[in-house]
């Protein structure tokens, strides 16, 4: 079974320019989340998906923003950059969501200057 | 306030040795406690999970040890292996709600 996949890998942007990135779960999970990850704040909570619904919602400003489609794929938004967004963006799936087992994806490693 | 504490920050161990993490949780309402482990440029990787109706849980050299009264629990490594050196991460959650992390453990096992 493929596991969890994200694209880009590796990423570069400038302040104030948007970001995109993608998620596939593993097949015939439907819950998504997606996680920031730093040296110096470990993995913080963004928001999780489950049939294309936000199910819960961590504490980043709403520059940060999401959506799950149909195929319980997932895109992650982040609007006007800053240096800060500097990080690995995870995702993770699971069958049931929260409580659940998750895997973890490879990650985007995004880079802000 | 953090809902998942970690401990120690850092660790490093002889090869053979029992290596040791800590966390201790303020939730009462978590019910699934995983560990991961995150080796660099990798996503963290699912290593063995418990639920508060068990007090421990074995696999192969990895045992969590559950505490549900001192809202604790542990990893423990056995027999600590260089192939080990990683981040580890524990966790808690609880159905309809977000997974919390500790900080991590840089663990280090000298040959």
């Known amino acids: 079974k493929a596991g969890v996949t994200q694209t880009p890998r590796y990423l570069i942007k400038t302040r104030g320019q948007q970001v995109t990135l993608s998620c596939s779960p593993i097949?015939?999970?439907?819950?998504v989340s997606w996680y920031q990850q730093t040296p110096g704040q470990g993995l913080q909570f963004l928001f999780e998906?489950?049939?294309?619904?936000?199910?819960n919602k961590g504490n980043f400003p709403g520059r940060f923003s999401g959506r799950q489609f149909s195929n319980s794929r997932s895109e992650m938004n982040v609007s006007t950059l800053e240096l800060g967004d500097s990080a690995l963006y995870l995702c993770?799936?699971?069958?049931?969501?929260?409580?659940?087992?998750?895997?973890f994806g490879p990650g985007t490693r995004l880079t802000v200057l | 306030q953090q809902q998942v504490k970690q401990s120690p920050q850092s660790l490093i161990v002889q090869k053979g040795g029992i290596s040791i993490i800590n966390c201790a949780y303020e939730?009462?309402?978590?019910?699934?406690f995983p560990w991961y482990q995150q080796f660099p440029g990798k996503g963290p990787a699912l290593l063995i999970a418990?639920?508060?109706?068990?007090s421990e849980k074995k696999e192969g050299r990895f045992t969590i040890s559950f505490n549900k009264s001192a809202k604790q629990f542990s990893l423990h490594i056995m027999d600590s292996q260089p192939g080990d050196s990683a981040t580890y991460f524990c966790?808690?959650?609880?159905?309809?709600?977000?997974?919390?992390f500790g900080t991590g453990t840089s663990l280090t096992v000298i040959p």
């Open positions: 966790a808690a959650s609880s159905a309809g709600n977000q997974f919390y």
């Open positions: 418990i639920r508060p109706d068990v």
């Open positions: 097949s015939g999970h439907r819950s």
């Open positions: 993770a799936s699971s069958f049931r969501g929260t409580g659940d087992e998750q895997f």
């Open positions: 998906y489950f049939s294309e619904t936000q199910r």
């Open positions: 939730n009462t309402a978590f019910d699934y």
